[in-house]
């Protein structure tokens, strides 16, 4: 299903197969029209396929969506999902989510969920969570998952109790995953451990974790050196992740050039690097920068480029933009979607 360019010849062949009813035919000449020459006969195909074997849904909606055609894909992992299949319903979950449809997807993920299959109940979880009246749900759901082995889950409830100032509750569930081998929780411990004022301790983690090699720890420990004010320290670690090409790295090296040194250039030149490693806040501080040089058409292909990875700052920012220039229906789209992710976080 992944190389879909076909001569004439393999075409009319692959097309009498089809009519034959063949089902990787089928398949085939369905990704080849959807892939390239006309997606509504390809989807035709593709019907065709489904309805001739069921248990290639989830595959044909996989593969759809990997194509960034989730709309499309939605159809295929509903037949899947009615048919019994536990992963298409998370997976049909997860996109009617996206589309705002919360009510279904809440519908699938609690099908699945009851039929034990954990990434649904996590991701129930984190549907509950995601609304205030939820929020004890969703927690119920997030320590089942955790329960049955979902390291995420772990995370997840981590994350949750340390964006809604409870340190200790964050650390105890920081330290559940980090025991089940997510070396992500190191990170988020250092943190909690510097909010407390334990940098020494702090510090020793996350060197250790380094030396045992967890690239990820050299950019918090860098950032950990700025905030004490150790500034020369910081840009040596900085530069070591950068050399290894750690995102977070490089972008801290940008965000300590402008503000230690008012080196927008330099800085430019580091937020460029991690944009294109798709860091929305990169994104958004060049955006900030086109606009202190009054570059409006530069500064909103950044801000929009940013609001688009899901950055609320940006969105907002981008909002003002289009006031002043007067587009009032675009400045209201995007308050209402930072509004949103508000409302969410």
Known sequence: MEDNSLSKNELVSLYAKAKSDDINALIQLGFYYVSDEDPEEGLVWL???VASDKSKAND???????LNKGAEAVEFYKIAAEDGNLGSMSNLAML???SGKRDQAENWYMIAAHQGYVVAI????VLYLETEENVEKGIEWLTKAAKQGHKEAWMTLGEYYSTHDQPDKALEYFNFALNQGDKRAITYIAEIMMEKGQEEEAIELLEESWKEGDKEAIS????????LGNVTKAQ???EIGIEEENELCI???????LEEFEDKDGARTYFLRASEMGNPFAMFNLGVLELEEENLEQAEIWLEKSAQE??????LALANLYEFQGKDEASKEWKVKADLVHSHQ
């Open 122 to 125: 996590h991701n129930l979880g």
């Open 220 to 227: 918090t420990l860098g950032f950990l050196y700025w905030s």
């Open 60 to 66: 044909i909606a996989t593969h759809l969506l990997e």
């Open 251 to 257: 972008f801290n090296m940008g965000s300590l050039l």
């Open 47 to 49: 019907r065709k396929a």
């Open 310 to 315: 899901g950055f609320r700052e940006a969105m």
């Open 96 to 98: 009617l989510k996206q």
């Open 236 to 238: 040596e670690l900085f």
